[in-house]
């Protein structure tokens, strides 16, 4: 991981936000006594930005300006203290129909209904709020979605898909976490990239940990429904827009392939969705225990469990 610090951003129009940068200290030295972060020195306040020099002025633009702009990276590595708000976002929506199936299953109805069953698994197992990005067949971009998840304060983000290939035996489930390295087709990097679009990129950065692990523990238990010991397709990385917005550990689940007719027939059955959701609800009840207990539960003993 690497910390850079620009010596001057370049002002963008009228309203000004302060930054102070004298207490950047590089990693490995402590600080010179007298120096700011000594141990029991009192904080700097009203810092004159003529008379400091490590202060600069960050000028935004006024439609730059606003709330929901600068994301919130208070979060550490050690992850959340208590799971209490999940949003879950069923893919595509409105005249975005996904995947079509041969049988002519839509990917956008197969991915709602299994993400309506796994809210109320969540509510009455984990009394947690959860929020979904639609619940009904409308139309929202992919910054809407994870923006929705933002504005909640949502601890996790889940986004629900079933995938499709041109090899019709294609089978079985994957999850999904943030990369900046792949070139996937929803590669989001924006010519130039401005100032909250870096930022966006650093508070989900700051989230990968967490993410991979979700990550892991979700296809896990998923893998126990849509291929057993014989397909584990695992966990992957891609440049998803919708992940990159997150401001939370975020991960993409690819249910099953709505393009192998045995599979789309098995994620058009309503058992099977239950079963799907399940899955994704005992993940997350994992996800919770570590994160809020910091001891795994035994992964021997998870599907013996309600």
Known sequence: ??????????????????????????????????????????????????????????????????????????????????????????????????????????????????????????????GVRVILTRDGDSELTLDERAAIANTNRSSLFVSIHADASPRRRARGSSVYFLSYASTGENQPAPAGGDLDFILWDMAQASHLSQSSQLAEILQEELQSITGGETVNRGIKQNTFRVLRGATMPAVLVELGFISNPDEEKLLSSADYQDRLADALYRGVRRYKDLFENQVPPARGSRRSQP
Do not use: C, W, Y
């Open 1 to 126: 991981v690497l910390d850079l610090v620009r010596t001057r951003i370049p002002t963008r129009g009228a309203s000004t936000v302060q930054m102070d940068l004298s207490e950047v200290i590089p990693e490995g030295e402590e600080p010179a006594e007298g120096e700011p972060g000594q141990p029991g020195q009192e904080a700097q306040e009203d810092v004159d930005p003529d008379q400091n020099p490590n202060t600069e002025e960050i000028h935004l633009s006024a439609d730059e300006h606003r709330a929901s702009t600068l994301p919130n990276l208070g979060t550490g590595p050690a992850g959340p203290s208590e799971l209490r708000i999940i949003t879950l976002d069923p893919g595509h929506g409105g005249s975005e129909t996904g995947a079509l199936g041969q049988a002519g299953s839509l990917e956008k109805n197969l991915v709602l209904s299994v993400a309506r069953k796994f809210r109320n698994k969540l509510e009455t197992g984990l």
